[in-house]
């Protein structure tokens, strides 16, 4: 009863060859583990998409022109970042997120596994069904109490 499908998206370290060397050592190692029937490990490499982004970020359904030296936010550019890579030099902005999922789903297809976020019409009629029986129960409770009458003098 654990996740079927994981995946890892590699390593982004102050340098790109260190990042590459954590990346083989841990590709060499997940490829030794024994893993329960139906269990899927997929490796995407970030910084293959970052140099991908650098040669033809179209490819990557990006702007033409693409940034991918100056944070948006060093260039002052915010709220639109959307021509820049990297919103402050380590983190990618919305647009780039955008284009790494788009990739990931390219190149595995995970997003037609992952479970609904919105419950079933089944489960909203049991919460409808219960917020009903709720409320009238707590109608027909308070009409059968009287509030105690005040005394006078």
Request: glycine share 8%.
């Amino acid at each position: 009863m654990g996740a079927r499908n994981i995946l890892f998206t590699g390593f982004l370290y102050l340098d790109t060859k260190t990042s590459y060397e954590l990346q083989n050592l841990l590709t060499a190692d997940l490829a030794k583990l024994a893993l329960p029937e139906g269990t899927h490990l997929y490796s995407y490499n970030i910084l293959d998409f970052f140099q991908q982004a650098a040669a033809d970020p179209t490819k990557l359904g990006l702007p033409a022109g693409l940034d991918t030296v100056t944070p948006c936010r060093a260039a002052g550019a915010q709220p639109d970042c959307s021509h820049y890579l990297f919103f402050d030099g380590d983190h990618p902005t919305a647009a780039a997120h955008q284009a790494i999922l788009n990739d990931i789903e390219h190149k595995f297809g995970l997003l037609g596994t992952a479970p609904s976020a919105v419950p079933e019409p089944s489960v909203w009629g049991l919460l409808l069904a219960g917020f009903t029986l709720l409320g009238w129960r707590m109608r027909h409770r308070q009409a059968g109490v009287r509030a105690p009458a005040l005394a006078t003098n």
